[in-house]
């Protein structure tokens, strides 16, 4: 799939075309011009620079297993991708010697001192695609074929580079390296791993977005782990951690570090009573109308579902733009797309839905109450406030409002430390949103552990340029 061209013509053939030869910087190595041989097998070409290596040293003859000096049998002759120019690849090819001990009959190819690893690539080359994989823009895929390696060769490097920035090596095998600096506040949510109610979860410190802790499972186990993981001490530094309404994480928190405060946040309260109340009082109404024979009057609820989810201000702001015309979509007659032009009439419409039942005006009753409620910043008033929501939804005699009561009365104190801390689990949702986009770029991993590596690079955003300043390390 690729031609060669090996280095005695590259001179002779590019010299008067404004080429710049560069040197290799590869150590020990000196370029020489020898055949000119080329293969059309392949679509890209490999421009191969042919040398050898520096004289062989006394040093390299002695014999790991008896200490006695090996001589030299035979030469063989191995070629290592090198860091491409442009379109074009290139590539080393040298002769290195085979060593023999007389004494103990042990052989060994000598040591290509430029040579990455196990892989037959140079450490330039190997240090290119760890500077693609790290700025996280190219996927496995799209470096390999940038770098002209393998996807399984590329992929291994990966794997290499993350074990080294994020775990150490034990006896027991590799473990997640320590947070050096404490946190004050964590938040923890799950995510789904794969089909089949399989979940996995991670920790992540809320100041700076970083993924502390992940693994399989959604149960207290998970938080038991974590904790074992940082020490006690680290944990004592822990002010307050934001989570959904999963009573195991709050229960492991409050059994292993009685004084973090447990905080539910406003996105899943509100998300709640959305998708809980309004949009189930929506179409209970919707139904009730229909049965009646009042068709006029239930048409007008039919794709108001979001219409009375939203806040007045959200829909003052829609009316806004349609008063000045704002274009939402571009016209393309390429494709025969029409403008979008934003309409107008939100606000008229929402006071016309909540005035024709009592149970939609308590609905935005509740929600103007919530507002209210976040915007508290002492635990009493938010208390307070907390309190006249579930007197308004007990009023109404409503299921749907009942449930919601009754969820807010269970979860009361993690509700009003809101108050107190004002922290929220937004960017671990955000980080959420950055799980999926990994799995996609990659059409799924099948290796877990690769996985969650990749979503720990991921919230350090993929690039560690001072590893001084990495939050691992010391």
């Not at 910087?25 to 080329?38: I, Y």
């Not at 928190?253 to 009573?273: G, Q």
């Not at 309190?387 to 007990?394: A, G, L, N, P």
Request: net charge positive; glycine share 6%; aromatic share 10%.
């Amino acid at each position: 799939m690729y031609s060669t061209v090996h280095s005695s013509n590259i001179q002779d053939s590019f010299s008067n075309q404004g080429f710049l030869f560069l040197p290799s910087n590869l150590k020990g190595f000196t370029q020489l011009g020898v055949s000119t041989h080329s293969d059309q097998s392949e679509t890209r070409s490999v421009i191969c620079f042919s040398g050898v290596l520096s004289k062989l040293q006394d040093s390299e003859r002695v014999c790991h297993h008896c200490g006695q000096k090996m001589h030299v049998k035979g030469t063989r002759k191995t070629i290592l991708r090198h860091l491409p120019f442009g379109g074009t690849y290139t590539c080393v090819e040298l002769k290195r010697e085979r060593l023999y001990c007389e004494h103990c009959h042990h052989s060994k190819a000598r040591e290509i001192p430029f040579k990455a690893g196990n892989h037959l690539i140079t450490e330039s080359l190997k240090q290119y695609v760890e500077d693609l994989l790290s700025a996280g823009c190219f996927t496995v895929k799209a470096v390999a074929e940038l770098a002209g390696l393998n996807a399984h060769t590329v992929a291994s490097i990966d794997k290499a580079r993350l074990a080294r920035l994020y775990t150490d090596q034990t006896d027991a095998g590799p473990v997640l390296k320590k947070p050096v600096t404490y946190a004050r506040y964590l938040a923890i949510d799950e995510f789904k791993l794969h089909d089949g109610h399989q979940f996995a979860t991670h920790i992540v410190d809320l100041e700076t977005g970083h993924v502390l802790w992940i693994a399989r499972g959604k149960k207290k186990q998970v938080v038991y782990d974590f904790i074992d993981h940082v020490g006690m001490d680290w944990m004592e530094h822990v002010e307050a951690v934001a989570c959904d309404m999963n009573s195991d994480f709050q229960e492991a928190f409050e059994e292993r570090c009685e004084w973090i405060s447990i905080v539910f946040d406003r996105f899943h309260i509100v998300k709640n009573f959305n998708e809980k109340v309004i949009s189930e009082v929506r179409k209970d109404i919707q139904k009730e109308l229909a049965d009646s024979g009042q068709e006029e009057e239930a048409k007008k609820l039919k794709g108001s579902k979001y219409l009375l989810m939203a806040s007045q201000k959200t829909l003052q702001a829609k009316d806004e733009r349609g008063e000045n015309k704002t274009v939402l979509r571009a016209e393309n007659t390429l494709f025969g797309l029409k403008p979008v032009i934003a309409k107008t009439g939100y606000v008229k419409r929402y006071k016309e839905l909540i005035q024709s039942n009592s149970l939609l005006f308590a609905c935005d009753l509740v929600k103007e109450q919530l507002i209210e409620a976040f915007s508290c910043k002492g635990e009493i008033k938010m208390a307070d406030q907390v309190t006249k929501i579930i007197d308004t939804c007990r009023g109404t005699k409503n299921k749907h409002f009942q449930w919601f009561a009754k969820l807010l009365e269970n979860h009361f104190e993690g509700i009003i430390s809101h108050a107190t801390y004002g922290i929220s689990s937004g960017k671990i949702e955000g980080i959420n949103n950055k799980i999926k986009t990994v799995r996609r770029q990659a059409f799924g991993y099948h290796d877990d552990g690769y996985f969650f590596l990749k979503i720990i690079d991921a919230s350090y955003n993929q690039t560690v340029k001072n590893p001084k300043s990495h939050r691992f390390f010391q």
